[in-house]
């Protein structure tokens, strides 16, 4: 019988010294949602994240993985779940079909079905071509492509994304999306990631969780998460914006109407819905429009809203790590 | 009945992953030609220039310096590259493929076991390259104690990949590589009679000599080349370095298995 939830969490708890990584985290996680941990550097997703992979130990709380037990039954956890590192987590000196078949191995499987997965895979992710070069030789995109062909090897139950588009090209980031939009729709895999790009999570997320400082702030779907906030500003240009603000007023359309510069800005729940309306009451009570603008609400401004501060779009925190790595390689 | 079949099967399976860890390791160390070739200079430093430069020391016995030191330097290579071998691990942890391997359901002893068994066939190969050398420091090595050195030299490197990925298991940069080089592989060398007979230090050395597993390492490997050791004989020896290596596999599955 499958568990009710893919992932769940009860206060799960990590902390280093004085630093609290991860702070009493509840969550639950259904099979075949697309779940998005969304947050700063350093907030805590992928200390998270490892302790959900059986990497580190949490210091309390407890969470199961495919109704595993993450500390009693590690092994079996093991089995359940892939996971793209956000640090690169394969051999250069190995050729992609390499690292493939000794992911294989280490998961026990079959030859015959190793071998229909490694073409799957390397076709799912468009580098047959490339599977025998050493891995050195690929570029950045190439290499994650890879490191998510290998993440599905096994069919897993549970993937983990950690940063999964982490200093790529914006094009590859694309393809990237595109390959985990498929696995969530044709696969129904269950999928965690944690990202801090809003276009990410708001692109790929059923659901979303806010994290700042180890602890969730919100979560929700992004569409829900938005709704949160007033709603979509709708700046109309017209001749009288004093004469319609007074007849939307009157409808009780707008209630929140301000303008500036015969600029008027309405702050409203669905402005979709309400654009052809109001350019209908215009053209009855004679005023000519201009133009008209919507401004959504996006994840940034939810996550303003909810942490007091931007999102920090800082340069990969493994930067100088990978730097050291081309030293190293040489 | 049942039971005995899933714990075959397990075993079985953890074999397979055991073989499969090897294999990395191998793959590794034939793809790095530069670092096979480099690796071959320091021993042939030791034993061309600085046995030649003490060629005019008396050892009481008949054998020449050079002749003396050559299972010595067999046995700082095997250190060198075992123990290096080891440590590299801190780098597979932060950039590498380690990570893949510690989310994959293999157990701990399995990890290490396929390390220090492809890491002993690297050290093997490298020892295997010094061994036609012997001549020319006067050895004059039979095919007998060629097939016997083989075998000794994977049970050495075992327990010494085994120290490289203790310390790989305790310090996290490799900021400590100094450290551990001036700390822990340089004392092993130098207490581990590969240089001059323990037989004649003083004392405190010969203390050191004796708790140090490389020692009969050393000697066995002395054994082998001349056909007498100088310590114990050469059977305990065996003995003590199989019961390292067993020991050393056993702390380092458990160091492996705490997860932070």
Redesign the interface.
């Given at each position: 019988m499958q568990p009710k939830f893919a992932i769940e969490t009860r206060e799960l708890t990590k902390k280093y010294d004085a630093l609290t990584a991860v702070d009493h985290l509840n969550i639950e996680i259904g099979y075949g949602e697309v779940f998005g941990l969304l947050g700063p550097n350093g907030a805590g997703k992928t200390t998270a994240i490892s302790m959900l992979?059986?990497?580190?130990?949490p210091t309390s709380g407890c969470a199961q993985v495919n109704g595993f037990d993450i500390l009693k039954r590690p092994?079996?956890v093991?089995?359940s779940?892939g996971?793209v590192?956000q640090?690169?987590?394969?051999?250069g000196?190995?050729s992609g079909r390499?690292n493939l078949q000794?992911?294989a191995?280490?998961?026990?499987m079959p030859s015959t079905l190793t071998r229909r997965r490694i073409a799957e895979v390397l076709e799912l992710v468009g580098l047959e071509d490339r599977a025998d070069d050493?891995m050195k030789f690929y570029s950045g995109g190439m290499r994650r492509r890879l490191e998510l062909a290998?993440g599905l090897l096994h069919s897993p139950k549970v993937l983990f994304l950690d940063e999964p588009t982490l200093g790529l090209d914006p094009q590859t980031r694309e393809h990237m999306w595109d390959y985990i939009e498929n696995l969530a729709k044709e696969a129904c895999m269950t999928i965690v990631l944690t990202t801090h790009y809003m276009e990410e999570a708001e692109r790929l997320c059923n659901r979303v969780a806010i994290i700042d400082y180890g602890t969730i702030k919100v979560i929700d779907s992004p569409d829900n998460l938005k709704s949160t906030l007033k709603g979509d500003v709708i700046s109309i240009n017209s001749t009288e914006p004093e004469k319609l603000a007074t007849k939307l007023t009157d409808l009780k359309i707008a209630p929140e109407a301000e303008f500036s510069d015969g600029t008027l800005r309405l702050t409203v729940p669905d402005a979709d819905k309400l654009i052809p309306r109001l350019i209908e009451i215009a053209t009855d009570i004679g005023v000519q429009v201009n133009s008209v603008s919507v401004h959504r609400p996006t994840l940034n401004d939810v996550f303003l809203h909810y942490t007091g501060r931007e999102i920090r779009a800082d340069e990969p925190e493994s930067a100088m790590?990978?730097h050291?790595?081309m030293m190293?390689r040489k | 009945m049942s039971r005995l079949k899933i714990l075959l099967e397990w075993w079985y399976s953890e074999l397979k992953k055991i073989y499969g860890l090897w294999y990395l390791e191998i793959l590794r160390y034939w793809r790095e030609k530069s670092r096979i070739i480099s690796s071959l200079i320091m021993p042939l430093l030791w034993l061309l220039v600085f046995g030649a430069g003490m060629r005019g020391m008396q050892l009481g016995g008949v054998t020449s310096y050079q002749t003396f030191m050559f299972p010595g330097i067999l046995g700082m290579t095997l250190l060198f590259t075992s123990v290096w071998s080891g440590v590299s691990v801190i780098w597979d942890r932060e950039f590498g493929f380690l990570k893949e391997i510690l989310v994959a359901p293999v157990s701990r002893t399995s990890i290490v076991i396929g390390k220090a068994l492809g890491s002993g066939t690297t050290a093997l190969i490298q020892g295997t390259i010094l061994l036609p050398l012997a001549f020319l420091v006067g050895v004059h090595l039979s095919p007998l104690s060629a097939a016997i050195i083989l075998p000794l030299m994977v049970l050495i490197s075992i327990g010494l990949v085994c120290i490289g990925l203790l310390i790989a298991s305790i310090i996290t940069s490799m900021e400590g590589f100094n450290f551990i080089m001036s700390l822990v592989v340089m004392p092993i060398f130098f207490t581990s009679g590969a240089l001059f007979p323990l037989t004649s230090a003083p004392g405190w050395l010969r203390v050191f000599g004796y708790i140090n597993p490389l020692t009969y390492g050393v000697d066995a490997l002395r054994w082998a080349t001349f056909g007498e050791t100088m310590i114990i004989p050469v059977q305990f020896e065996i003995l003590i370095l199989l019961a390292y290596a067993i020991c050393m596999v056993a702390i380092c599955s458990y160091a492996f298995n705490i997860r932070k």
């Open positions: 992979c059986t990497i580190i130990n092994a079996e093991r089995k779940i996971i590192f640090d690169p987590s394969i051999d000196r190995l390499e000794l992911h191995c280490l998961y026990d050493r290998r790590k990978m050291m790595m190293r | -």
